[in-house]
């Protein structure tokens, strides 16, 4: 393929990627609202559209139309990149997922993954930890002490379950062999028995446990827990710059989503008489449910339990898990 | 439980839960925090989560097309009724809802008429002040000013007012027999019609 076909084509899926992840964002505050309130005997939006499909619309022309306010004392500058920072890190994180298997369309075969580099899941789990200087930043600069508390538990948050994430991952990787997250689907290609869930079930809660931290989900929404610091690092942005915090954290849904059915579930690799891409599809819905479906369960926990829970159970397990994986191996 | 027991807070039937002391030693803690764990507590509130789900019970009540049904003795905009049989107000003026009225709202303008009886002129509320305690409709001797239904009211000014035009049934309305009687405390029971008879001088 020439140069110039690459870059058209590299452009295209950028451009395809941003568009579905952003609508999907979007759809999945609907989907959302209404699996809390079914949960919670209630109806969820009903009146925009039918059965309230058009909320999502709705919220968008809020969103574009509120005032940004962006206060007195802020530091202006890095006030107004912060959400921009956060943004982007969640959807450069996307651009080193294969997201479906790859297919021929007009007699193109297209690859489905932006950038296919051999250390994708370095490269997105970096990228994500990257995207910490959002929070971090719009905490710090926004003048607030909601803002302030909320930064530091970014901080503490994301930083300690980045070491939780990266261990339990390593055990994965030392059976495969390869960061390259399409060796890592590949490697899974025989079907359900040969899951990576089925070798490394602890590293599988693990990993799990930590995406929900590192995507600020609800047992560990601590960094913009209402009941306790107003809105956390977001307490004093509005409209957009709000709205970016907002799809960012719904990207990373998407993100640890596909990584965990990527590592651990068979990626899209056909399941049974399941072709690959509704495999995939299959698993990632049932991933964006749980963490509804937790949302709605569980209250969420203390910063001192969360950082107990990090650095005293799951850090040790993880190296735990990797030692007798490293014996098992040799 | 104990039938001598003092406290009268306490029923019968009441469940009380075994509270342990918690737990001090690190050992203790551990034993505790492990229970806990594998206890599988968190995967029963996933499963009432899911249940409710799929059960699919929804209180909701969407309020501008449903509406829930009020009580009897609901205290909701005033209304003036007419006597059944003359079809006249059945207000005599005699001024003991502005008198008991405690927020001051309500201003009777009377006259007295060529047969030397009450007339009344007008009758206002002030609905920005009026507080809705159901006084002047309890007070009144007549059963002329009631409490109505219609609770949904929205004004345009603080000051809403209402004048007798406003708060006296209708003629039409009242003429197809849709006067509805406030079936509240003071109010005609609902077989009143069977006693009504004419006054003497008209027979």
Redesign the interface.
Known sequence: MSDTGYIIATLIKILVILIIFSAGAGFTTYVERKILAFMQRRLGPMNVGPYGVLQIIADGIKLFTKEDIIPQNAVRAIFIIAPVISATAAFTALSALPILPQFTIFGYTVHPIISDINVGILFIIGVMGAGMYGPLLAGMSSSSKWGLLGAARTVIQLLSFEVATGLSILAPLMIVGSLSLIDINNYQIGGFADWLIWKQPIAFIIFLISGYAETNRTPFDLMEHEAEIVSGYATEYSGMRWGLFFIGEYANMFTISFLVSLIFLGGFNPWGFIPGAIAILIKISFFIFAFLWVRAAWPHVRPDQLMWFCWKVLMPVAVINILITGIVLV | MNKDFKDRNIKEGYKFIDIKAPASKPWDKFLQVSKRTFKGE?FV??W???R??LK?????V?YPLEKLPISPRYRAIHRLQRLLESAENRCIGCGLCEKICIANCIRIDTKIDKNSRKEVLDYTINFGRCIFCGYCAEVCPELAIVHGKDYEHAGEQRADFATKEDLLTPLDEFKAGKQKEFLGFGSPSKDADKFIKKTPLAY
């Open positions: 968190l509130g996933l009432i989560m899911l409710e789900m699919f019970n929804i209180h909701t969407q």
